[in-house]
């Protein structure tokens, strides 16, 4: 079985309420806390979101919690569902930039923000 760890970073900001749900991580990746994901719609598994994908990930709808290794296999983690993340700190694929996630998280009306902090 794969562990997860958690690593504080200042990821969360803010007094949005604080929700997580747990996912499956896709096999094939080693992701860390701030990660933002998209899911694969055919297997409604979760990887790091690209703006090029073509298979539901493209579009980013939640934020991994904790440091997860799914080189090997799939992995169950927590991610955010609900939160104000610093932008500095989340981890975005090739394509996304902290306006073009926070746009995706406003169209799908999630309570997910990005703070741009000074």
């Keep these: 079985m794969a562990e997860a760890s958690f690593a504080p970073n200042d ?3 803010s007094d949005v309420p604080v929700i997580t749900r747990n996912i499956t991580i896709a096999s094939g990746q ?3 806390r701030g990660a933002v994901l998209g899911a694969i719609t055919a297997s409604d598994k979760y990887v790091l979101s690209a703006a090029a994908a073509a298979d539901g990930s493209e579009v980013p709808s939640l934020v991994l919690a904790f440091d997860v290794d ?3 296999a799939d992995v169950v983690a927590a991610a955010y569902a609900s939160g104000a993340f ?4 989340l981890i975005l694929g090739a394509g996304h930039t902290a306006a073009t996630v926070e746009a995706a998280f406003r169209e799908a009306s999630a309570p997910l923000y990005v703070r741009v902090l000074k």
């Design 70 to 72: 799914a080189s090997a």
């Design 11 to 13: 990821l969360l900001v």
């Design 30 to 32: 080693d992701l860390k």
């Design 86 to 89: 610093d932008s500095t700190k």
